[in-house]
């Protein structure tokens, strides 16, 4: 069907010069999406650059894509497909065709069917690759038509997109190039110092044009040692503590009341539930000085334009979507929209406006999984029970919570796990049979940012890596194994490509398929409240929309307290490094990892910095050494996220320690409500290399 324009289209195979460059894009899971050249020796591909083609990425990139090559060619990589030969959570396989894996993987997703009905076979994704194409396209249909238990997909930002969604109907953001514009920023739950690093030379610029800078963060962030004012806030209570500048901006005359009548609905219910959240008590509860906490109050009021950056971290605990409600409300009580560089910045992802017609089958109405439930899932669920589980794009050993139960229910004899993946993940130790991925060189995607307001087609850079094959052909594979793909439906990478951009609304697919980038909506610099409007169907904010606040236990705003236990007092989190993107690139060698710890806190427990220790609770346990210093407040603890079971000396990563419960909005994982004690290892053994069964 699209013959012609398959030939402007490269598959890889025909001859390139000895040394060349090729121009894409990175689609991972990072807000900024950069323009990319790779130059390739010989077929080879030797390195990763940025270009100016993304104006706002700056020909610059990240020290975690620049060592992909090592990735794409390293010994982790998975060449061929396998089968397991050797007991579950060993690296123990051996070689098989594509065919038979297939043919396996087939067979056994029709026995488990007939056995126990379709819910049996659950599939598990997030956003290894993110680009467009990698996910939610042929894999979406094939387990819609198998009937498959549906998975939500609510690991990260699944809280956060629901207060979006509910109070602004997910509106654009404020653009980086806007935030020189500010004169006020407020950093929230975010570090763009190690996930999305384009943003921070827009705040530079803001503070050099006389900005004031506020960063809301437990750690001593490369920003908050920057920042004006550097809120060390515990994990958890930045509800409160947006609560008390809104009673603040309620109650001493600083609410835009023209706006909230005209544009919001709901600033009654709003400003009643944060009436009792004096400065004194959203500081107790918060560990910071109540003078602190009016100080920015008082910033926030009288600068224009205010800008805030809410992030993610704000998210991760039993309060995350109320508090980012709150964050999200601020701008719209303080009278702060309608101005360039006023307003707020949180994913771009909607911008586009866009869903995804382009799956080829409904929804069906089978069972949901909450992806932050999968030990759950494994180890209980019966009716039925979990027969086969199909993971890409995702490591569920150790991003999940509760690490120990998923760990124990891929061990289960009677699961049959597939692994679709480019490394050995430590999720694929535990695969029945594992199958090789390409990777984003490999072959197209088209990359959304969702900082920046872009969208961008990824071409291949290099041929394929040993037999690794991409998602469209594995899922189109299976979808004619088992009897579900339909007549004319797209085969293969080149051919779902074109029915994405054939879907795209517009000009969009058009302009994808003409010069590669499609020109964002707004021009990529929307004002908030003057060029775009909520997305909700009357255009206003809705600051307690009555859904949510039905979802909420004990409705909206309502602050559940602090989880910490005099056995347990201290809050660990888990934030993003440098190291990896989540846990991608987490087979690169790095240094291992290291436990962060206020001198205070370490005093106490007799620790020194490098002590080998163990960090637990009654979840389990991790093994590391600790640093020990004043760059994370007092009462809270952090281990990178993105660890591999290798990285700690037992094997477990922070995720073991973390509990399996739930956001009060969107089922949200709930990384930072874990409460741990830290104390000396006894006898730390040599290290031993961690991977392994449990
Ligand atoms: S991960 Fe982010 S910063 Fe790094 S290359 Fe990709 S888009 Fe750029």
């Given amino acids: 069907m699209h013959?012609?324009?398959?030939?402007?289209?490269?598959?890889?195979?025909?001859?390139?010069?000895?040394e060349h460059t090729v121009e894409t894009v990175c689609p991972l899971d990072c807000p900024d999406s950069c323009s990319l050249v790779a130059t390739v020796q010989d077929g080879k591909l030797t390195t990763l650059d940025g270009t100016h083609a993304n104006p706002v990425t700056g020909g610059y990139i990240c020290a975690k894509v620049r060592r992909f090559p090592e990735r794409v060619y390293g010994p982790d990589r998975i060449l061929y497909p396998m089968v397991r030969k050797g007991p579950k959570g060993l690296a123990s396989f051996e070689r098989t065709s594509w065919d038979e894996a297939l043919d396996l993987i087939a067979s056994r997703m029709r026995d488990a069917r007939a056995a126990f009905g379709g819910e049996s076979v659950l599939p598990y994704s997030y956003g290894g690759s993110n680009g467009l194409l990698t996910q939610d396209t042929s894999d979406a249909t094939l387990f819609r038509r198998f009937g498959a238990s549906r998975l939500t997909r609510t690991v990260c930002a699944a809280p956060s997109g629901a207060a979006n969604l509910g109070m602004y109907g997910k509106m654009p953001s404020v653009a980086y190039e806007d935030f020189p514009e500010a004169r006020l920023i407020i950093l929230w739950g975010?570090?763009?110092?190690?996930?999305?690093?384009?943003?921070?030379?827009?705040?530079?610029?803001?503070?050099?044009?006389?900005?004031?800078?506020?960063?809301?963060?437990?750690?001593?962030?490369?920003?908050?040692?920057?920042?004006?004012?550097?809120?060390?806030?515990?994990?958890?209570?930045?509800?409160?503590?947006?609560?008390?500048?809104?009673?603040?901006?309620?109650e001493e005359g600083h609410a835009d009341a023209a706006f909230l009548a005209q544009h919001t609905t709901g600033a009654d219910r709003l400003r009643a539930r944060a009436a009792a959240w004096t400065f004194e008590r959203a500081g107790a509860e918060a560990g910071v000085d109540p003078a602190l906490l009016r100080r920015v109050a008082e910033l926030y009021a009288t600068a224009s334009p205010a800008l805030i950056r809410c992030g993610w971290g704000q998210e991760r605990n039993r309060n995350g979507g109320s508090a980012t409600l709150a964050i999200l409300a601020l701008p719209a009580v303080g009278g702060k929209f309608g101005v360039r560089g006023g307003g707020y910045t949180m994913s771009n992802s909607a911008a586009w406006g866009f869903t995804r017609t382009w799956i080829g089958a409904d929804e069906p109405p089978t069972r949901v999984v909450n992806m932050n439930h999968l030990g759950r899932a494994l180890l209980e669920y019966s009716d039925p029970p979990v027969k086969v589980l199909f993971v890409y794009n995702s490591n569920a050993a150790v991003t999940s919570p509760d690490q120990q139960r998923v760990l124990q229910g891929l061990s289960r004899d009677d699961l049959f796990t597939v692994v679709f993946d480019q490394v050995l993940t430590d999720t694929a130790r535990y695969a029945d049979v594992v199958l090789p991925a390409t990777t984003f060189l490999e072959g197209y995607d088209i990359a959304r940012g969702y900082g920046p307001i872009s969208l961008r087609l990824a071409r291949p850079v290099i041929e394929a890596v040993g037999e690794a094959r991409s998602n469209a052909e594995v899922f189109g594979a299976l979808l004619r194994r088992l009897d579900?793909?339909?007549?004319?439906?797209?085969?293969?990478?080149?051919?779902?490509?074109?029915?994405?951009?054939?879907?795209?609304?517009?000009?969009?697919?058009?302009?994808?398929?003409?010069r590669?980038?499609?020109?964002?909506?707004?021009?990529?610099?929307?004002?908030?409240?003057?060029?775009?409007?909520?997305?909700?169907?009357?255009?206003?904010?809705?600051?307690?929309?009555?859904?949510?606040?039905?979802?909420?236990?004990?409705?909206?705003?309502?602050?559940?307290?602090?989880?910490?236990?005099?056995?347990?007092?201290?809050?660990?989190?888990?934030?993003?490094?440098?190291?990896?993107?989540?846990?991608?690139?987490?087979?690169?060698?790095?240094?291992?990892?290291?436990?962060?710890?206020?001198?205070?806190?370490?005093?106490?427990?007799?620790?020194?910095?490098?002590?080998?220790?163990?960090?637990?609770?009654?979840?389990?346990?991790?093994?590391?050494?600790?640093?020990?210093?004043?760059?994370?407040?007092?009462?809270?603890?952090?281990?990178?996220?993105?660890?591999?079971?290798?990285?700690?000396?037992?094997?477990f990563t922070g995720t073991a320690l973390v509990p399996d419960t739930l956001t009060d909005l969107g089922g949200g994982a709930c990384f930072n409500d874990a409460r741990v004690q830290v104390e000396k290892l006894p006898n730390p053994a040599a290290r031993e290399p961690a991977d392994g069964p449990v």
């Fill in 484 to 514: 579900l793909a339909g007549d004319g439906e797209p085969e293969g990478e080149l051919e779902e490509l074109f029915h994405v951009l054939d879907k795209l609304p517009g000009p969009i697919g058009a302009e994808l398929r003409e």
């Fill in 3 to 18: 013959n012609a324009e398959c030939n402007r289209y490269p598959t890889m195979t025909h001859t390139f010069a000895p």
């Fill in 516 to 651: 590669g980038a499609a020109t964002p909506p707004h021009g990529g610099r929307p004002v908030q409240f003057e060029t775009v409007w909520p997305l909700t169907p009357d255009r206003k904010a809705h600051l307690c929309p009555a859904d949510l606040d039905g979802e909420a236990p004990g409705g909206l705003y309502h602050y559940r307290p602090d989880p910490g236990t005099p056995e347990f007092p201290l809050a660990l989190i888990s934030p993003s490094s440098e190291r990896t993107i989540s846990s991608t690139l987490g087979e690169l060698p790095r240094p291992e990892a290291r436990l962060l710890m206020h001198p205070d806190d370490a005093a106490a427990r007799g620790l020194h910095d490098a002590d080998a220790i163990r960090v637990f609770n009654t979840l389990g346990e991790v093994h590391c050494r600790v640093t020990v210093g004043p760059w994370i407040a007092r009462g809270t603890v952090s281990l990178p996220k993105g660890l591999w079971r290798r990285h700690t000396g037992n094997g």
């Fill in 190 to 250: 975010a570090n763009p110092s190690a996930s999305g690093i384009h943003l921070v030379p827009f705040v530079r610029d803001a503070q050099r044009r006389g900005a004031s800078l506020v960063v809301v963060d437990p750690r001593v962030t490369p920003l908050a040692r920057l920042a004006d004012i550097h809120l060390a806030v515990r994990p958890g209570t930045d509800l409160p503590v947006a609560l008390a500048i809104h009673r603040f901006l309620f």
